[in-house]
């Protein structure tokens, strides 16, 4: 049996990991960049950063980095990083449809999900803490950060960091449009179950299926509560 992940139990992290493979991106950008921008309009018509920023989900993100001892800028989750961004925007770009496709259900479920092209990395996976003075570089960065003690990362089976805590990917597992296998990491927190993690890989699933295209095999996930 595959095993896509493993997570050390002191964390009390609920993970879930996604492994879609043979993407064809057969279908036209049309229609992710469509639902994207409809639901960007309407979150900018109907809320607020500061109210999205308070939902259980959000919130969920900064305990569990508090409980840590990480907070500030640097140690926001993903989904809020990317909410803080729409709102000073006002709008929101689309990139490629792979992309688009999971930052808009990242957005919708506010689960923080981590895209990584299964070609650079090896399995199993394994959410560990760190020691202190790893180094890994970020995308967007110019040079490598060194994290400190009491962080969280996922490695691979040969010691690689895929990114920092559920806050940000590292570069050299980014998917590109070459990528043709993906694993999703997607993480929640005490208030965001393995159940509804399972939840929101069915529906990356679906979106994947609809808005960029796959194969025949199924895309299938395993979750650790």
């Not at 049996?1 to 964390?11: A, H, I, N, Q, V």
């Not at 992710?32 to 979150?43: C, G, H, K, T």
């Not at 090896?122 to 962080?151: D, K, M, Y």
């Not at 509804?196 to 299938?220: C, S």
Request: a neutral charge.
């Amino acid at each position: 049996m595959l095993t896509l992940g493993e997570r050390d139990p002191s964390l009390e992290i609920p993970v879930a990991f996604l492994l879609v493979r043979g993407l064809t991106r057969d279908r036209s950008a049309q229609g992710v960049e469509r639902a994207l921008a409809d639901f960007v309009a309407e979150v900018l018509a109907t809320s607020t950063y500061e109210a999205l920023a308070a939902t259980p989900e959000l919130a969920g993100y900064r305990d569990l980095h508090a409980r840590f001892g990480k907070t500030g800028r640097q140690y926001l989750a993903a989904p809020e990083s990317l909410y803080k961004l729409l709102f000073k925007r006002g709008a929101w770009r689309a990139v490629d449809p792979l992309i688009d496709a999971y930052t808009l259900v990242s957005l919708q479920t506010r689960v923080s999900i981590g895209a990584h092209d299964a070609a650079r990395l090896r399995l199993p996976l394994r959410l560990q803490p760190t020691v202190g003075g790893e180094r890994v570089l970020l995308i967007g960065e110019a040079s490598p950060i060194a994290l400190s003690a009491n962080e969280y990362g996922y490695r691979d089976a040969d010691g690689q960091l895929l990114g920092r805590m559920a806050c940000r990917q590292a570069e050299a597992t980014k998917v590109t449009a070459d990528t043709r296998e993906v694993i999703f990491i997607l993480q929640g927190h005490a208030a965001l179950s393995a159940q509804q993690l399972r939840v929101t890989a069915d529906k990356l699933a679906q979106a994947l299926a609809d808005w960029v295209g796959f194969g025949a095999e199924p895309a299938r996930y395993e979750v650790l509560p």
